[in-house]
């Protein structure tokens, strides 16, 4: 069972306009969440995350939203660049930052922008 | 430049052989993971290490072996006991465990069964 749900395998957006892309989790304990960014052919390089105290984080263009309560959060990406195009994984951990606590990734959404 | 290194980026393996997937960093992480990425699965964890001389197995380490005997290498060895070993294979480090922030990713090697 997934505990980390990317449910759109893919998103196309126009160059210039939001990307949002989605994550849902089902384990309440965690407490920390990351999104990573990965070209073809790369390891994904770490792009924004969130603690569960706060419920929004933003750096750039890049914001993250976090819902606890419906176990969701969102990364949205404003104004989109062609660059941006890649894999984006959402990961969750418990008790962020401690010893032991593994990162659990969603399955990726392919993020398409077109100039 | 520190960084993390997995050779090579792509192997080839015939059915009933083990081949081993390399893992180098030389960025003094004391922690360090194999992840198995499959298309619409993410990423699912193999086997990580914490600290020298130990290891603990991940979501789906059956099949599959490693070693941590310098702090800067962590080799996976996939075995002729992983039935479907087709697949990209990521190699991770952080400076502790479980930073989650920390984690740093090497290219990946794409391992095909022929």
């Known amino acids: 069972d997934q505990q980390v749900k990317q449910n759109s395998p893919s998103l196309s957006v126009q160059e210039g306009r939001i990307s949002i892309l989605n994550c849902d989790y089902t384990?309440?304990?965690?407490?920390?969440f990351l999104w990573y960014k990965k070209y073809p052919a790369e390891g994904p390089t770490f792009l924004i995350s969130?603690?569960?105290?706060?419920d929004k984080n933003e750096d750039g263009r890049f914001t993250v939203f976090l819902n606890k309560s419906a176990k969701h959060l969102s990364l949205h990406i404003v104004p989109s660049q062609p660059g941006d195009s890649a894999v984006y994984f959402c990961?969750?951990?418990?008790?962020?930052?401690?010893?032991?606590?593994?990162?659990?990734f969603g399955g990726g959404t392919r993020l398409m922008v077109k100039p | 430049d520190g960084g993390i290194t997995q050779s090579p980026k792509y192997l080839f393996r015939k059915e009933g052989q083990n081949v081993t997937l390399s893992c180098e960093q030389n960025?003094?992480?004391?922690?360090m993971y194999w992840y198995r990425q499959d298309p619409g699965q993410g990423l699912r964890l193999i086997y990580y290490?914490?600290?020298?001389?130990?290891?603990q197995k991940g979501d789906i380490a059956e099949g599959y072996s490693v070693s941590r005997e310098k702090k800067e290498s962590f080799p996976l060895t996939v075995t002729s006991a992983q039935k479907n070993p087709t697949a990209f294979y990521l190699c991770?480090?952080?400076?502790?465990?479980?930073?989650?922030?920390?984690?740093?990713f090497g290219s990946g090697t794409r391992l095909t069964v022929v």
């Open positions: 384990n309440s304990m965690f407490d920390y």
């Open positions: 960025l003094n992480h004391d922690a």
């Open positions: 990961a969750a951990s418990e008790e962020g930052g401690n010893a032991g606590n593994m990162l659990t």
């Open positions: 969130i603690s569960s105290i706060k």
């Open positions: 290490s914490q600290i020298v001389n130990d290891f």
């Open positions: 991770a480090s952080s400076v502790t465990p479980g930073w989650a922030s920390g984690y740093t």
